[in-house]
């Protein structure tokens, strides 16, 4: 799922274990999954599968996966996927970490069954560098969408972002991972900008999977940064662990999750699974944020988020807020999809402008 292969190599890393990184998500990944998927499956369950069966044939002999509580297929990607690999005729061990259960105390005993490493100190620390590297990604991402919406030379901030990635692969103690942010942040500060470019704000939510993982959203970020948008991810790695992984004595109704679902009461009642509350709150948040407008992702037969999308039509004439929802699947067209966020972006432009041009009139500061 995009870079989160560093945060959880890091873990392994610590415990010396012995582990294989697969290739990120490819044409291949995705074929080899929907070969072995259920037609009707979503989208991220295919690229887990593939992405199993690419780490199999690289020499894999054991799989983690978590099980999910909550109304959502991901609850059965374990058990689906465990069942495809076998008919296949692998034999890997898969190691399970049953949320249902627990969350920190199912990590541990995972990483201990999946390393033999049994020194519960090692495996706190383990564990430990992971959480720190999942809030570290995000801190450089958030830094990359800033200088990449503002680069005067094409490339230089992506450029930049890699070398940051490496940095804090490479880290194995807290005091790496920090310099090694430091310096990933330094890397970034030098990229060359224009600071004073007038660049469109954009909100990106949705489904967690295809708004992180690149190959899924056509690289999205990117493709936004190319024109003149500065990103703003709201569904992240790092909110889900800060709020049920870390121990903490900070109330849910403070984190991103319960603050966008206390704002999405207006509009629906109950959780419905996924991250479909999630995105009806940021979309409610950019609205009152006077952000320029929210591209919302979603897999293609993804019930949540499909709930959701027809819901946000409320909330774009309530909110006054532009929303595009692009769907994703193994059929989605480059070309297609590009000519839409042309569009859309395009219109949110147009639409700043517009409301600049009123704020001038009233002597008010716009954005």
């Not at 590297?133 to 991402?141: A, F, H, R």
Request: with cysteine; hydrophobic share 40%; proline share 3%.
């Amino acid at each position: 799922m995009g870079n989160t292969y560093i945060a959880l190599a890091g873990a392994l890393k610590v415990l010396d274990a012995d582990f294989i990184v697969p290739p990120y998500n490819t044409k291949k990944t995705l074929n080899l999954g929907s070969k072995h998927s259920p037609e009707v499956i979503c989208l991220p369950y295919k690229l887990v599968l593939g992405n199993y069966i690419e780490a199999i044939e690289k020499g894999a002999e054991g799989i983690l996966m978590i099980d999910s509580p909550g109304t959502c297929r991901l609850g059965q990607y374990s058990q689906g996927s465990r069942t495809a690999i076998k008919d296949i005729g692998y034999d890997v061990e898969f190691i399970n970490l049953d949320l249902y259960k627990g969350r920190v105390f199912e990590f541990y005993k995972g990483l201990k069954k999946a390393t033999g490493k049994g020194n519960p100190i090692e495996l706190i620390r383990a564990v430990n560098i992971a959480l720190i590297k999942i809030d570290m990604l995000d801190v450089l991402n958030d830094s990359y969408s800033y200088y990449r919406a503002r680069e005067t030379r094409a490339g230089a901030a992506k450029k930049a972002h890699k070398q940051a990635l490496k940095l804090l692969d490479n880290a194995i103690t807290v005091s790496e991972c920090k310099n090694a942010l430091q310096r990933g942040m330094e890397i970034l500060g030098k990229v060359p900008i224009d600071s004073f470019k007038d660049v469109l704000h954009i909100d990106l939510t949705g489904e967690i999977f295809v708004v992180i993982d690149q190959f899924s959203n056509m690289d999205i970020e990117d493709e936004l940064g190319k024109m003149g948008v500065e990103v703003h991810r709201k569904i992240k790695l790092s909110n889900w662990t800060n709020t049920f992984i870390k121990p903490t004595l900070k109330k849910f109704e403070d984190s991103h999750e319960g603050q966008m679902k206390k704002l999405a009461r207006d509009f629906i009642k109950r959780d419905i699974g996924g991250d479909a509350l999630e995105s009806i709150g940021d979309t409610i948040s950019a609205g009152n944020n006077l952000s320029d407008g929210v591209i919302h992702l979603l897999p293609f037969t993804c019930m949540p988020e499909i709930i959701s999308q027809n819901i946000l039509h409320n909330v774009t004439k309530q909110k006054n807020i532009p929303v595009l929802s692009l769907i994703l699947d193994e059929f989605t067209g480059r070309a297609g999809f590009i000519t839409r966020l042309e569009a859309f972006i395009d219109l949110a432009a147009r639409r700043k402008a517009s409301r600049c041009r009123q704020y001038s009139q009233q002597k008010r500061v716009c954005r």
